[in-house]
């Protein structure tokens, strides 16, 4: 079996006085959607930053197909072929799919922007992920639905040949018959062979789109699963109190009053 | 494909029914290749300009289709006016049921995908009751948020199905004995509702939008968990008795080979399925379909390791590939599913072997040996066109 994609080893980070992640390992690999569920602030958001260079890590490796790098900016990121995609709809309104999918990395040369092989570029990767739902390359974004902006976030990550996909609840701001729409779009990233990181706090769409659940539990990864053989309880057990059964952080043994 | 006006060989044909028949026939046109000019439907179908004029019109006065000018004149005179099938116009779903993943459509005329969702499931959601209302669910919920209304229902299951009433006889790799689903699902939808064995579907898909297209003779073979098959004869797709025919996967190949859970040993599926692929890869059985293909991709880069890691397996391709060549003589033989996700070089040798091999290939001038164009879709197609069977007559 080939190495993972994605690695980290013991990322510890600090605000201040307050310790959000305590030694977390995480392996992304290839082909493989990794949902990544806990409690709010148990510290998904801000694992998902440190790997996307928005935060410094205090102390630990991010290994990238088993070499050591260093991700100091968002831009570290996006060159290695990591893309993240936010759960606020983070598009230029005022743009349409085009220049919104190519936007700071424009095609062309000196005045002219190559136009006609950004469209093009634009319309195969829509139809790669055999997206139907938008129209034409050239709707503007503030006339498409939130499950059609997300779709498009989630086609530029393809576009741009990333390796690996962060998606921090992409469908938090979305309806159900959307939802289903765009998490269906992240399983068949996963069957292109990227690996794929999923926020979500809806356990339903975890179970249904997800490979392997990762929970985190005040900081601390408590447990790394197969989703196939994992019940929704237990999932529950360990988000809210990190374990479950003999999954989990140890049983305290010597407790003392 | 086509039939006589009545549907009875031995009556005559009433105009009304001759109408019908030629619309039907126009409508199929238009949903298989797409907008045509009214001058081009005449030449194809063979029909009048007068004739196709009133069926277009009768047609567009419905909201089937649309007339518009076209774009690009094609030479002097006043342009004939091309005619567009509305997507919305008759909506049916597509179901694809496999082992470990069922994905549903809305597909609107034309086979343009307005809608879809798909999930995963795992022992206890893969219950045949369990399936059956996370579609209907998921269906409606599709539906109602498209605003738009299902008119028929195309089904496709990995096992095997009585046409008739869509009663799944066997599924072996969903555990599934016994269900009536073509019922289960009728009785919730108000719909025509129609089931058959994937790789069937699957071929009815590349056959009319695919890579078997304009091919009259093909054999679809698809690998996922287990290996299927689906055959074109004669432009038409080849059955059997009440529908059975396609078990491709069950053509024993290695008598030393592993037992299969079919009963017998050495099954070209245990050799070629999507669990062996595993094994030759070094990956766990039952590894996700995405990490397969990831490792797949990875070693195309690297053609020394392609024949050194995947050399067992692709004799075992080519021996089953020689075995459905030599038995049903096709001209085309479309690769699909996981078989896509193979390396291109891989299957050009295996192809060449094929070709060398099979004495009905040399006979025929040597069949041609492809991959699906049509990608993870290709049983929802068919699925979308199964049902569109039944609805074309009554749009």
Known sequence: MTEPLLELIGINKSFGPVHVLHDVNLTVRAGEVTALVGDNGAGKSTLIKCVAGIHPTDSGEVRFRGEPVHIHSPKDAADLGIEVVYQDLALADNLDVVQNMFLGRERGSGWLMDEFSMERAARETLASLSVRTVKSVRTPVSALSGGQRQTVAIAKAVLWDSKVVLLDEPTAALGVAQTRQVLDLVRRLAEQGLGVVLISHNMADVFEVADRICTLYLGRLVADLPAKETTHSQVVELITAGRSGELGLARPEHVTL | ?395
Not at chain 2, 148 to 177: C, K
Not at chain 2, 231 to 254: C, F, K, P, Q, W
């Open chain 2, 1 to 395: 494909m086509t039939s006589t006006p009545t549907g009875a060989p031995n009556l005559g044909a009433r105009p009304d029914e001759v109408r019908r028949h030629n619309r039907t026939v126009l409508l199929r046109r238009l949903h298989i290749e797409g907008p045509c000019t009214r001058a081009s439907l005449a030449a194809e179908l063979g029909l009048n300009r007068s004739t196709i004029k009133a069926l277009v019109d009768g047609l567009a006065e419905s909201g089937v289709v649309e007339e518009r000018v076209p774009r690009q004149r094609s030479g002097a005179g006043r342009p004939s006016l091309l005619v567009l099938p509305q997507a919305h116009a008759a909506v049916v779903l597509a179901v694809d049921i496999r082992v470990e993943q069922v994905s549903i459509a809305l597909v609107g005329l034309g086979g343009e995908i307005l809608g879809r969702n798909s999930w995963n499931l795992r022992v206890r959601t893969r219950e045949p009751a369990e399936v059956a209302t996370h579609v209907v669910d998921s269906a409606l919920l599709l539906a109602a948020d498209l605003g738009v209304r299902m008119v028929a229902a195309g089904i496709s299951v990995p096992g095997v199905v009585r046409r008739s009433d869509g009663f799944v006889h066997e599924a072996p790799n969903l555990h599934w004995t016994d269900v009536p689903l073509g019922d289960r699902l009728g009785s919730v939808f108000d719909m025509p509702i129609m089931v058959g064995n994937d790789a069937e579907l699957g071929a009815l898909a590349e056959h009319l939008r695919g890579s078997a297209r304009g091919s009259s003779d093909a054999v679809y073979v698809t690998a996922d968990v287990g290996v299927g098959g689906g055959v074109i004869s004669d432009g038409s797709a080849l059955r059997g008795t009440a529908g059975y025919l396609g078990e491709l996967g069950h053509m024993v190949v290695n008598p030393a080979g592993r037992s299969c859970y079919c009963g017998s040993r050495g099954c070209w599926e245990t050799e070629v399925g999507e669990r062996a692929l595993c094994r030759v890869l070094g990956l766990r059985e039952g590894a996700p379909r995405g990490s397969v293909v990831a490792e797949l991709r990875a070693l195309a880069a690297d053609p020394a390791q392609v024949r050194s890691r995947l050399g067992e397996f692709a004799d075992w391709l080519e021996v089953g590939l020689v075995n459905v060549v030599n038995v049903l003589g096709p001209e085309l033989v479309v690769l699909g599913d996981l078989f896509t996700a193979l390396p291109a070089s891989l299957i050009a040798e295996v192809a060449e072997s094929v070709r060398e091999r099979s004495l009905v290939s040399r006979a025929v001038g040597g069949t041609r040996i492809v991959t699906s164009t049509l990608g993870a879709d290709v049983t929802l197609l068919g699925a979308a066109e199964l049902a569109f069977e039944s609805v074309l007559g009554a749009v």
